[in-house]
Structures are given as structure tokens and as C-alpha cells.
């Protein structure tokens, strides 16, 4: 059964309010069909690319929820000879809406920070570092969206007993990480998909910092202080999260057809 394109929205800003979103991210719907849309199949990925394009039109996709905006920086024109325009060209050719959450889907309560800092599994309490002014007193400790997370462990680890764990979750063999003085007795954890230095920073003191990726100078910087870093890669700290995300839209829109991308790669391989 197809549903108004204009319901679909109005369901994704329920899992992933756009007013949680960074202010200066780009979210919400990006592409927008002229012909008033009906969409029954719906394809989420981490980056629109042109094989994912692909794979939706061969799908029979009316929606592509892409975490990453296609259309982030001003754009001067829209050329073919540009891959992200020729992109949003043949989305908007082929009546293909497209939506991005972004840092709004980071945000939220059980989102793609939830989803990360879920795989340390281990007994703590767990505050957003730039809380969500609008959800509750941060005083009560009642604010449960906002930008990252700060975990506040009940019993101290090893960092040599956590890589295992972040391995795990993300399915790897290797992690970059930067030990600090603190890394024999860590009890806060600072967690932040994506590139997080600015949000990381704001818990300078917290004995580790997990994020995707980071500036050679920040990491550095982190150490002197005693804070150890572990970095996973960008898109591997989001990924992982896709598929509660569209989880919750199935059960918002149980009569949607809604799909994880397969053609949706890390541009980045180990070698």
C-alpha cells in the first residue's frame, strides 16, 4: 500500500525530530518530486551514491532515506558533470524523493549514538554531552536526546578490555587508538558517531574518547591530557544504526515496504 510522501515525513520527523538536528546540518527532505508523491517502497543507506541510486530505481523505491545529505554545501547549479548534482538530477528526473536525518538521527534517544554506545555493554549511567534544551531539566538528569553521550561506568575498566567489545560491535579487526595516562582505570566514556571532536571536546576530562574519526592535532592533544582515543572510521560508527532506523519506520508504517541498502559501501578499505 503506498502512503503520501508528505505522511512519510511527517513519520521520520517522529523517529528523528529535525529540530535535534546540529544547526548547521542540512536535513529534512532535500528532494522533493513535483507530482504529488505516493511512495510504497522506501531504501535507507548511509550515502547516496550513484549505485544506490541505482539499486532504488531497480527496486521501485519512491524514497531514499539517506543518513548523509546529498545536498550539503551551497550549491551554484546543478550539473551532470558533478557527481552529488548529477545525483539530485536524476533523483528529481525519476520523481525519487530523498530525506535525510543526519545529526537528528544522532540525537534522539535510541539513535545512532544509542545504537554505539550500546555496544560497550557494560553497567553505567548515560547523559548526552550537548543536551536537548527543549526535553527536560538537565539538572534532573531527565535529558535523554542531545549530541553525543557521556557514560559514567559503575565499575572501572581496561582499555585493553574495551577494544574487544567495539571490535565486536562493529565488526573489525583493527581499531587506531591513542592510549592515554588513565587507560588501566577508565570511568567515563565519551561516544560520538561520525566525526566528533566538537562535541568530544566538551568533555575534555572524560578518560576516553570513541568517535569515527578526528584531526591528527586533536588526538594529540586528547593524550597529553590523559585521555585515550579510539577511532573506528567515519561511516562505521553510523552504519551499524540504519537498520533500527528503519526498524522504526516499519513499525510507524507497517504497510511500507522498507529496505536496507546493499550497494551502500565505506569508501574507505583496509589493504
Not at 517502497?41 to 519512491?62: F, M, N, R, S, Y
Not at 538521527?105 to 554505539?116: H, I, K, P, Q, S
Not at 590523559?226 to 553510523?238: A, C, R
Request: hydrophobic residues 45%; proline residues 6%; charged residues 25%.
Amino acid at each position: 500500500m503506498a502512503r503520501s510522501l508528505t505522511s512519510l515525513v511527517t513519520a521520520l520527523d517522529a523517529i528523528a525530530p529535525i529540530r535535534l538536528a546540529a544547526d548547521w546540518d542540512r536535513v529534512g527532505l532535500l528532494v522533493e518530486p513535483t507530482s504529488a508523491a505516493q511512495v510504497a517502497t522506501v531504501l535507507c543507506a548511509i550515502d547516496l551514491t550513484e549505485p544506490v541510486l541505482d539499486e532504488a530505481l531497480e527496486i521501485g523505491a519512491g524514497l531514499i532515506v539517506a543518513y548523509h545529505p546529498l545536498i550539503f554545501r551551497g550549491l551554484a547549479g546543478l550539473r551532470a558533470s558533478r557527481p552529488d548534482e548529477r545525483t539530485a538530477l536524476r533523483c528529481a528526473e525519476r520523481g525519487l524523493a530523498v530525506y535525510s536525518p543526519h545529526t537528528a538521527w544522532d540525537a534522539v534517544e535510541g539513535g545512532a549514538t544509542d545504537w554505539l554506545s550500546d555496544g560497550l555493554d557494560l553497567p553505567s549511567t548515560r547523559s548526552p554531552i550537548e543536551p536537548d534544551a527543549s526535553a527536560g531539566d538537565p539538572a534532573g538528569g531527565d535529558v535523554l536526546a542531545g549530541h553525543g553521550r557521556l557514560l559514567r561506568l559503575e565499575t572501572p575498566a581496561r582499555l585493553d578490555d574495551l577494544i574487544p567489545r567495539i571490535k565486536s560491535r562493529l565488526g573489525l579487526d583493527r581499531l587506531r587508538i591513542a592510549q592515554g595516562r588513565r587507560a588501566e582505570e577508565i570511568r567515563t566514556i565519551a561516544v560520538c558517531p561520525g566525526a566528533g571532536s566538537s562535541v568530544l571536546e566538551q568533555v575534555a576530562d572524560a578518560d576516553l574518547w570513541w568517535t569515527g574519526e578526528m584531526r591528527h592535532h586533536d588526538v594529540l592533544a586528547a593524550r597529553a591530557r590523559g585521555t585515550s582515543v579510539i577511532l573506528s572510521e567515519h561511516s562505521l560508527t553510523e552504519r551499524g544504526s540504519l537498520a533500527r532506523l528503519a526498524d522504526r519506520l516499519r513499525e510507524l508504517c507497517p504497510d511500507l515496504k522498507v529496505c536496507c541498502s546493499t550497494a551502500d559501501r565505506d569508501p574507505l578499505e583496509w589493504a
